[in-house]
């Protein structure tokens, strides 16, 4: 029997900007560009191990996922000068 695996929703991770300017800049980015590049990279270090006659390197998938099942956070605030800075998932 397969353990319950929690529901995998759609998420972001976006940078906002506040600062003396009259509207806050928002730039979104989907999560999967970063589960993609994530992947990408862990295939290319797989790959480049396996050249050079290492061990295969198990690619820990589940752990890709990881961001998906966190409730919405902040992962970064720094206010300096009038300016905040927040980086966070939601």
């Not at 390197?57 to 099942?69: D, E, K, N, Q, S």
Request: proline residues 16%.
């Amino acid at each position: 029997m397969r353990p319950a695996w929690p529901p995998l929703r759609p998420r972001f991770l976006y940078l906002r900007v506040r600062g003396p300017f009259p509207l806050p800049l928002v730039l979104p980015l989907p999560l999967c560009a970063l589960e993609w590049g994530l992947l990408l990279a862990l295939w290319v270090w797989k790959t480049r191990a396996l050249f050079r006659g290492g061990a295969p390197i198990p690619l820990p998938l589940g752990a890709l996922w990881t961001f998906r099942v966190l409730p919405p956070l902040t992962l970064l605030e720094v206010e300096a000068e009038g300016v905040e800075i927040k980086v966070g998932l939601w």
